[in-house]
T-cell receptor
Framework: AQSVAQPEDQVNVAEGNPLTVKCTYS??????LFWYVQYPNRGLQFLLK??????LVKGSYGFEAEFNKSQTSFHLKKPSALVSDSALYFC???????????????FGGGTRLMVKP | DTGVSQNPRHKITKRGQNVTFRCDPI?????LYWYRQTLGQGPEFLTY????????KSRLLSDRFSAERPKGSFSTLEIQRTEQGDSAMYLC?????????????FGPGTRLLVL
């Protein structure tokens, strides 16, 4: 079975400071990893994904994520946080096993990012 | 792309009533997924379609839940005899199937409150 853990319910950071939102995963096969962001009363918005290749993935709005196979982690990062980055962030994994129901995603519980001016 | 749309955005119903939600995927996206998100949790997979075929439905929460995609375009999710525990956000996502490369794009969701 595949699973995702986001160990922090909330991350607080000052505007202009770097931010990190943590994610660890567990899969039987090779993982595909995703980050989505959710603003209030909105659906999930795709930020970035890791498929293969470079361990550092760049995505939308200046976000990036680093895939670490040995630590089974895929932490989301941004060098300089903005107040407008405040939202709920979800990490998700897709297990590449053939019997994964149609490429279903398994999501973590989410991390609320609060960026203060 | 105009994005995934879902209607209604909000639904309040009384326990025991039936409700139906609609999802319109991005044009030419052949896969459509339904997820449920309860308060403080990440989305949970329910079912998915490839074109009009429902290829996985074992994750539907009970036999009160059903979904259709009759013409391979929009989809509906119906909950019969609603219970208070059904209160949640119901999310739809679509993708053009590219094997493992695909990215799912989500709609705004339908928030259900069962009184």
């Amino acid at each position: 079975a595949q699973s995702v853990a986001q160990p922090e319910d909330q991350v607080n950071v000052a505007e202009g400071n770097p931010l990190t939102v943590k994610c660890t995963y567990s899969v039987s096969g090779n993982p595909y990893l995703f980050w989505y962001v959710q603003y209030p009363n909105r659906g999930l918005q795709f930020l970035l994904k890791y498929i293969t290749g470079d361990n550092l993935v760049k995505g939308s709005y200046g976000f990036e994520a680093e895939f670490n196979k040995s630590q089974t982690s895929f932490h989301l990062k941004k060098p300089s946080a903005l107040v407008s980055d405040s939202a709920l962030y979800f990490c998700a994994v897709r297990d590449l096993r053939a019997n994964n129901a149609g490429n279903m995603l398994t999501f973590g519980g989410g991390t609320r990012l609060m960026v203060k001016p | 792309d105009t994005g995934v749309s879902q209607n209604p955005r909000h639904k309040i119903t009384k326990r025991g009533q039936n409700v139906t939600f609609r999802c319109d995927p991005i044009s030419e996206h052949n896969r459509l997924y339904w997820y449920r998100q309860t308060l403080g949790q990440g989305p949970e997979f329910l079912t998915y379609f490839q074109n009009e075929a429902q290829l996985e439905k074992s994750r539907l929460l009970s036999d009160r839940f059903s979904a259709e995609r009759p013409k391979g375009s929009f989809s509906t999710l119906e909950i019969q005899r609603t219970e208070q525990g059904d209160s949640a956000m119901y999310l739809c996502a679509s993708t053009r199937f590219l094997g493992v490369q695909e990215t799912q794009y989500f709609g705004p969701g339908t928030r259900l409150l069962v009184l």
